[in-house]
């Protein structure tokens, strides 16, 4: 059946380093894909997309981009900053249903 | 334009209570969904309406029952709560695929149920 599966937290980092988030997706259709970002206390917020293959979405120094033949949708970012600490959600759409990863906590420190 | 509201944010109840949690989107959405997430275990899917006048099951929907009553409010009822259903409780809305726009969900808050 549909699923996203992403890489296990929690990941702590120091600040300005390289972030990567695996994710990877069954090949369902042609779903979109998503990453969401959840800070503590409140709703899950959209932090980028990307709707077909080859696309790359971006947000805020955010990257990730939607690879078909491996179906992956890896979040990556260059410099991340204690701000960023937060968990994050990988996501597909099929239709009128959404498939959500279990969510990786991230927690950058000065 | 609030997006998706819902309400309360927190409640807390004692085995066998009943209670409803509210949401409203002013997105003029077709879709709501009702989500629980617990810890490790991410978002699971409640119930969901892809239009007024429908709902469908989701991957949890044992114990919870949903009404669609115009295309701005989704409600969940708990109609004898548990502890099992202790979890923050959150309310999405989005347009299908092919509509104009986004077709990403937006969130609402989330609702902190404790049952006691």
């Known amino acids: 059946g549909d699923s996203v599966t992403q890489m296990e937290g929690p990941v702590t980092l120091s600040e300005e380093a390289f972030l990567t988030i695996n994710c990877t997706y069954t090949?369902?259709?042609?779903?979109?894909l998503f990453w969401y970002v959840q800070y503590p206390g409140e709703g899950l917020q959209l932090l980028l997309k990307a709707t077909k293959a080859d696309d790359k979405g971006s947000n805020k120094g955010f990257e990730a981009t939607y690879r078909k033949e491996t179906t992956s949708f890896h979040l990556e970012k260059g410099s991340v900053q204690v701000s960023d600490s937060a968990v994050y959600f990988c996501a597909k759409n099929t239709g009128n249903q959404f498939y959500f990863g279990t969510g990786t906590s991230l927690t950058v420190i000065p | 334009n609030a997006g998706v509201t819902q309400t309360p944010k927190f409640q807390v109840l004692k085995t066998g209570q009943s209670m409803t949690l509210q949401c409203a989107q002013d997105?003029?959405?077709?879709?709501m969904y009702w989500y629980r997430q617990d810890p490790g275990m991410g978002l699971r899917l409640i119930y969901y309406s892809a239009s007024e006048g429908t709902t469908d099951k989701g991957e949890v929907p044992n114990g919870y029952n949903v009404s669609r009553l115009n295309k701005r409010e989704f409600s969940l009822r708990l109609e004898s709560a548990a502890p099992s259903q202790t979890s923050v409780y959150f309310c999405a809305s989005s347009n299908p695929p092919g509509t104009s726009g986004n077709n990403e969900q937006f969130f609402g808050p989330g609702t902190r149920l404790t049952v006691l």
């Open positions: 997105m003029n959405h077709n879709s």
């Open positions: 090949a369902t259709g042609y779903p979109s």
